[in-house]
């Protein structure tokens, strides 16, 4: 899961993951028969972050030129006013909107292309992110914020006492710059007990914040760079009332157990409450959360929880045009790139949540209300139909043909109307959404209890009975997201597959695929996916045939298996490069050249 704005804290049951998928790729290896190759493990690089003096002001900072990554600056403005260096420098891919209503809107400086990088920068600060529902016993890693093995649950650090997983970590620039130092000198051990606080979600979350403060006195510029992002919490208590309980025990926490009061705020611990309630909000607004695997510990997994100042003020939108990987620690760099073709003074624009694209329109306005305090008023959000696909749509009760949709989709009491012009029958939601919530509980139910290969059948029957037998529109949201698990448990046995069952497997690759072309961009994990699984399918297929295709007909199915394969290399090569998935792609294609360069020698 990847997540902008921290929402990877809200619980959401995806779809399917880049986890899933790893999954699938270590336990099956390559489908298509080739040997599993062992995969070395990278040898993580023990380098501190470098500092140097700002351009402009002469600031010690490790923030850097976007571009270039050679000169330093303290401040983004402090980058852009600099026309001196711009000159010799590559000069950005974006600008800021010159009008002063659009003071924060980036926009394209160029023609973009999909996958073309338009800038990559460092973290403020960085840290590991553990889950609201975990169990409080797990330990994290501080240097490069994975999972500690349970073999590894008392490795801790030499200095400080709390947990790292090897001497590389120690010694990472996350941990050794920052909290260590400061939990020696005043004896801060790590707590074993969880009495205060249910897990160690809010244990990390404390520690993202005393490196917050303690980079407020080594980088001044960058630390009032991140607390002038711009404010967006709506201040009705009700909405944030889940939020503000997390804050009250991360602050606890700061005040009793790292005891920042006496050393790290220049006035009380109450006096400056305010000013660490904002730091908190910018957290949970601005964090890049990302989960994430670390090679030389055997790809053991974690999440990370990252603050970019220039990344964060790029709108948000349920119709991206941008998307963003971080690279490997110690550094954690962030790359912004195009996702789709962006022109010249075309605005910006980031998801909220690869979670949140699978969601209907209320559900998604319920979330980014809950963590941005305003609503999303994207195109897809403000369009009743959901760009023609009709996501969230029920059959009309008083005629066959029609379907009812909201009137305002930005709004939970708005009324939903009959498509219809000859019914505009009109219904209250609260009723469409009891019947969505039984329907919703059913789904879940059976999922949960299906097996990951033979449980495909069983959910195909229920989708069947739900397109036949309810009220859904067959696009709705409740019915793409059983599609994506049958052909996620599939995928699973796909070595397996009859010549029907394929078929049935493709039918649904291509159902979800035009489902994807009306919420994602080009250059997106969904796609990236299903050019993946199709790409596999038709290959399975081709070796079912092989014997009865001519040489041209061949050569033009491999090819297009090349292509579908060579659109998925791209993507996972681009945002996931660390993963297992990567280099089965790349085996796959070795493999299908090989197939083509026998085929022509044959010829």
């Known amino acids: 899961m990847e997540n902008p704005l921290g929402l990877a804290h809200i619980g959401i049951n995806i779809i399917i993951t880049i986890m899933d998928i790893d999954a699938v790729m270590n336990t099956r290896g390559n489908l298509l028969g080739l040997k599993k190759r062992s995969n070395s493990a990278v040898k993580m690089v023990n380098e501190n972050r470098v500092t140097g003096p700002c351009r402009v002001c002469g600031t010690s900072t490790s923030r850097t030129c976007l571009r270039c990554q050679t000169v330093f600056y303290c401040t983004y403005n402090h980058e852009t006013s600099d026309v001196g260096h711009e000159k010799s420098c590559q000069k950005p891919l974006y600008r800021r909107k010159d009008s002063e209503n659009d003071s924060g809107v980036f926009v394209a400086k160029q023609n973009l292309s999909p996958g073309q990088i338009i800038f990559t920068e460092y973290p403020f600060i960085c840290g590991p992110a553990d889950r609201v529902e975990g169990d409080g016993r797990s330990r994290t890693c501080l240097g490069c914020c994975t999972k500690l093995s349970k073999k590894n649950q ?71 760079e991140f607390v002038n992002l711009p404010s967006r919490r709506n201040p009705d208590p009700e909405t944030f009332k889940h939020t503000n309980t997390h804050d009250t025990v991360v602050l606890k926490l700061l005040r009793e157990t790292f005891r920042i009061s006496n050393t790290l705020l220049p006035e009380n611990f109450d006096t400056a409450k305010e000013e660490l309630s904002t730091l908190l909000d910018h957290l949970s607004m601005y964090g890049f959360a990302k989960e994430i695997t670390n090679p030389s510990q055997n790809n053991k997994r974690g999440f990370l929880n990252g603050v970019y100042t220039t990344a964060a003020r790029i709108k948000r939108s349920c119709l991206p045009n941008v998307t963003w990987s971080i690279g490997p620690g110690p550094n954690f760099v962030l790359t912004v790139m195009a996702a789709k073709t962006i022109l010249k003074n075309e605005e910006l624009h980031m998801a909220y949540s690869t979670e949140l694209h699978h969601l209907e329109t209320f559900r998604r306005q319920q979330h980014v209300l809950n963590f941005v305090g305003s609503p999303c008023k994207c195109p897809r959000c403000k369009d009743p139909t959901e760009m023609g696909t009709f996501y969230s749509a029920v059959k009309c009760s008083e005629c066959s043909d029609g379907y009812l949709v909201p009137n305002n989709p930005l709004s939970t009491k708005s009324m939903w109307q009959c498509l219809n012009e000859a019914c505009q029958q009109q219904i209250r939601y609260a009723k469409i959404s009891q019947k969505i919530s039984k329907l919703t509980l059913k789904c879940d139910s059976v999922i949960k209890k299906s097996s990951e290969i033979s449980g495909a059948e069983e959910l195909e029957e229920l989708v069947l009975e739900i397109r036949t037998k309810t009220y859904l529109h067959p696009n709705h949201f409740i019915i793409v997201r059983l599609v994506w698990e049958i052909v996620k448990r ?47 399918a038709f290959f399975k297929q081709y070796e079912f045939l092989e014997t009865v295709f001519s040489y041209k007909d061949a050569s033009q199915i491999l090819d297009k298996i090349m292509d579908l394969y060579d659109g998925a290399r791209k993507y996972f090569l681009a945002v996931h490069k660390d993963r297992p998935i990567v280099r089965t792609v790349h085996e796959d294609m070795k493999y299908i050249v090989s197939v083509i360069n026998n085929i022509q020698r044959v010829k």
């Open 154 to 224: 008392d490795q801790k650090c030499r200095k400080c006492g709390w947990p790292v997983c090897s001497k590389t970590c120690e010694a990472s620039p996350q941990h050794s710059q920052y909290e260590c130092k400061y939990f020696q000198e005043n004896n801060i051990h790590f707590p074993d007990s969880t009495a205060s606080f249910r897990c160690r979600y809010f244990l990390y979350r404390g520690v993202m914040m005393l490196r917050a403060l303690l980079t407020k006195k080594r980088e001044a510029g960058a630390f009032q």
């Open 490 to 536: 599939q995928f699973l046995d796909l070595h397996s597959l009859d010549w029907s069952a394929l078929n049935s497997f493709l039918a649904h690759c291509d159902y979800l695929l035009n489902i994807e072309n009306a919420f994602t961009p080009v250059f997106s994990f969904g796609r990236a996916l299903l050019y993946f699984f199709i790409g596999r």
